[in-house]
C-alpha cells in the first residue's frame, strides 16, 4: 500500500497530514482511503528527492486548508512531529488529533507535551478542537464517516460529478484496465464487478470488493 499511495500534486486545496514514519503503514492505508473517496491529500512523500525538505514541509503546511496529526507514542517522542505542531498552532490552521493507540496520552495534556502549556494564546487555539480515537472504531468505515463530518474536510474534497450513472460504474477483466459498464457488449464469463474498496482488516487493511 505505501508505495501505491502519492501525496496530491495539483492546485487545489488540500489537507496536510502529519505522522511518524513508524506508524507509515497504517497511515498511509488510511490516506488511500481518503484519497479514493475524493479528498485531496499532501503528506511527505510529496518530496522531490534531493530536495531540502523543510522549507517544502513548511510551505505545504501554511498553504494547506487543515491538518490532520496522526498520534501516537512515537509521534509524541519525535522532535520534528512537535515542530509540524507548532507551525500548525502558529500559522492557525483547522486541525484534527486522530489517535492510534489506546493508551496515549489525551488532548488534554498535549499543551504540557509540546512546552506550551504557559502560553494562553495557544491554550485558546487548542481548546475545543476535534479528535479521534482509531482504535475505538472496530467497523472502520464508521472512522471514514466521522471524519468525512468534520467541516474543514469538505473543503478538500474533488468537486462531484453530478451526472447520473450506475452505481456499478466500471469493470475489472483479467487482461485490461477498468472499462466502463457501457461497454457491455465487451463482457465475458471471467469478468468481475469492482463495488468499491473498503477497510476489512483490524488495522483498517484496503481490500477490493469484487
Not at 75 to 103: A, G, H, I, T
Not at 151 to 170: D, W
Amino acid at each position: 500500500m505505501g508505495e501505491n499511495v502519492k501525496a496530491y500534486s495539483g492546485d487545489g486545496s488540500y489537507a496536510f497530514v502529519s505522522y511518524s514514519h513508524d506508524d507509515r503503514n497504517l497511515v498511509h492505508s488510511i490516506i488511500y482511503m481518503l484519497q479514493d473517496r475524493g479528498y485531496r491529500i499532501w503528506f511527505d512523500k510529496g518530496i522531490a528527492p534531493a530536495v531540502e525538505y523543510e522549507p517544502v514541509i513548511f510551505k505545504k503546511l501554511q498553504n494547506s486548508v487543515c491538518v490532520i496529526f496522526f498520534i501516537s507514542d512515537t509521534f509524541l517522542n519525535s522532535r520534528w512531529c512537535k515542530k509540524e505542531m507548532r507551525r500548525c498552532l502558529e500559522y492557525k490552521k483547522e486541525f484534527l488529533l486522530v489517535f492510534l493507540e489506546e493508551d496515549t496520552r489525551p488532548p488534554e495534556n498535549y499543551l504540557d507535551l509540546l512546552g506550551f502549556s504557559q502560553n494562553e494564546e495557544y491554550k485558546k487555539i487548542i481548546d475545543g478542537k476535534n479528535h479521534m480515537f482509531w482504535k475505538g472504531y472496530q467497523r472502520k468505515y464508521e472512522f471514514y464517516e466521522e471524519l468525512e463530518r468534520w467541516g474543514a474536510f469538505g473543503k478538500v474534497r474533488e468537486a462531484v460529478n453530478e451526472e447520473k450513472t450506475s452505481p456499478i460504474s466500471k469493470i475489472i477483466d483479467n487482461t485490461s484496465e477498468p472499462k466502463r459498464i457501457d461497454d457491455a457488449h465487451v463482457l465475458c464469463f471471467s469478468d468481475k464487478f469492482l463495488f468499491g474498496r473498503y477497510p476489512t482488516g483490524p488495522q483498517g487493511e484496503i481490500e477490493e470488493i469484487l
